[in-house]
């Protein structure tokens, strides 16, 4: 009975050991970061200072707004 737990016991060190090993050869997952270009195409609230994508800023008179800071609701 105890050659029996001492086997198992080492069976199971072993298949911990090659799966340790195994998963630190797989490749690391991939971050996700905003490229350079992401980040550029982003632009400030002229009141709230909000960043936002160009693409949902709204423009007027040069300067951008977001949707909540809309030029024609507080002129």
């Known amino acids: ?3 029996l737990i001492f086997f198992a016991i080492i069976a ?3 298949y911990w050991i090659l799966r340790r090993v195994a998963m630190s050869k797989k490749a690391p997952p991939e971050k996700h970061y905003t490229s ?3 980040a550029a195409d982003t632009v400030r609230c002229s009141v709230c200072g909000v960043y936002m994508p160009r693409e949902e800023a709204l ?3 040069g300067a951008f ?4 800071h809309r030029p024609d ?3």
Do not use: F, P, Q, T
């Open 1 to 3: 009975m105890g050659r």
């Open 12 to 14: 199971l060190l072993a």
């Open 36 to 38: 350079v270009n992401d």
């Open 59 to 61: 423009m007027s008179k």
């Open 65 to 68: 707004y977001c949707e909540s």
């Open 73 to 75: 609701r507080h002129s």
